[in-house]
């Protein structure tokens, strides 16, 4: 067997010369920071406090919003739902008792039904110009889709027009036929 010299050197124990002199310069600079009457043990014994860290508007709401999108589990939690379909339910018959089936497909449509509704609300923000959601954008999603919130006061101004024709309009034109007819093609509308 022939004895090969190694290229590696060995490491040593103690950090080279250069090492020790940068480790020994900034102890004596925290020790001056640290002022005489210190004790050293006891203040490096506690772990500086460190500052918050402070991200970009929006960054953390789209991190959080990646994460809802992620996951599978429901955003509004089963217990306050349940208790407000049992009171809801309450009031139309007493002893009503709900199969925890029948609460889980209720919170799922109820939970599309809400994201259904923001997506649009978005839409109609974004369309606006605007990045916000404000409650005008959620009104104007219920004035235009009537057949989704049948029982919304906005709803039913706005879809309810055709059956508050002016009465002076059907007086006027009650003398002809022509006006008759016209008058019933747009109260049918």
Excluded at 23 to 40: E, W
Aim: glycine fraction near 2%; hydrophobic fraction near 30%; include cysteine.
């Amino acid at each position: 067997m022939s004895t090969r010299r190694s290229n590696f050197t060995r490491k040593s124990a103690q950090p080279s010369k250069s090492n020790r002199t940068i480790t020994t310069s900034r102890s004596k600079k925290k020790n001056k920071k640290r002022g005489k009457n210190q004790n050293p043990d006891i203040s490096s014994s506690i772990p500086p406090a460190r500052k918050k860290r402070r991200y970009k508007s929006g960054t953390v709401a789209l991190r959080e919003i990646r994460a809802q999108q992620k996951t599978i589990e429901f955003a509004i939690p089963r217990l306050p739902l349940s208790r407000v379909v049992r009171e809801v339910s309450t009031s139309h018959k007493q002893d009503l008792r709900w199969q925890k089936s029948a609460l889980h497909c209720l919170q799922t449509a109820t939970e599309q039904f809400l994201i259904d509704m923001f997506q649009d609300a978005n839409l109609l923000a974004i369309h606006g110009k605007r990045v916000t959601l404000m409650k005008k954008d959620l009104d104007l999603v219920k004035i235009l889709q009537p057949d989704k919130f049948p029982d919304s006061m906005h709803t039913r101004y706005y879809c309810n027009w055709h059956n508050h024709i002016p009465r002076a309009l059907l007086n006027t034109r009650a003398n002809s036929k022509e006006g008759k007819s016209k008058a019933r093609s747009y109260a049918k509308k």
